[in-house]
């Protein structure tokens, strides 16, 4: 099964060797980051099914990819919008005063957000950080006309896909993954609420699905999903 990874510009391999005032938001890794990968894929495997696979604020990249059509299937792991009122209740406050108080100012001052300063692992654009810490509502706010041709786009794109929430997820708790779903009503999507406990470990957490650890016990969920025909 080929499998193809690729860093959103401003992150990881594809961040520039000065990132302060480096321009790029979730427009750009849907429009042209995700939809580039998908074309690349679909080159390749012309007669192959393609299933894309997404995490967190990714699910929204995905979906409204100009090209996500080609995708027959979905694999959305704690995927959200970012609204603030979805976190989990445990966390809200001191998550609420981070991603949309502190980072923006951070973001202000320093041209982008340090994310690997308070250990998230990847610092973050400026203006992605920006759509984030505006998600003060249910609904996404006007970013403009890309952004919303984007959400448009995601509207119609149809498949089928598998969400996986996890309850211990201070991020992407269930309401807001079923959230990210209303936002595309043509897929078709099976939702599974996974606690730790039901995949014998001790704490998944919004990053957990992709530590060595659930190996064995989260990545059987997802690949004999991809795999049954």
């Not at 429009?31 to 393609?50: K, Q």
């Not at 211990?168 to 606690?195: C, M, N, S, W, Y």
């Amino acid at each position: 099964m080929p499998v193809l990874t690729y860093d959103n510009r401003g992150i990881g391999a594809s961040r520039p060797a000065r990132i302060s005032g480096f321009d790029a938001g979730i427009e750009d890794w849907s429009e042209h980051d995700c939809a580039a990968a998908i074309a690349w894929l679909r080159s390749r495997y012309p007669g192959s099914e393609l299933v894309g696979i997404a995490h967190s604020i990714g699910g929204l990249v995905l979906a409204s990819a100009r090209n996500a059509e080609s995708l027959a299937r979905f694999v959305l792991v704690a995927v959200h919008t970012g609204y603030y009122g979805d976190y989990h209740a445990r966390w809200r406050l001191p998550m609420t005063l981070m991603w949309h108080g502190l980072m923006p100012a951070l973001a202000r001052l320093c041209g982008y957000f340090p994310g690997r300063m308070v250990g998230m692992g990847s610092d973050l654009p400026r203006r992605f950080a920006g759509q984030w810490a505006r998600r003060t509502t249910p609904a996404i706010r006007y970013e403009g006309e890309r952004f919303d041709a984007c959400l448009a786009r995601g509207r119609s794109v149809r498949g089928a896909a598998l969400a996986l929430t996890f309850t211990d997820d201070g991020f992407a708790t269930d309401r807001g993954t079923r959230r990210l779903l209303e936002l595309f009503p043509k897929i078709e999507a099976q939702h599974r609420v996974i606690a730790p406990r039901d995949a014998s470990l001790g704490a998944i957490g919004h990053f957990g699905f992709f530590r060595a650890s659930a190996e064995k016990s989260l990545w059987p969920t997802a690949g004999d999903w991809i795999l049954v025909k």
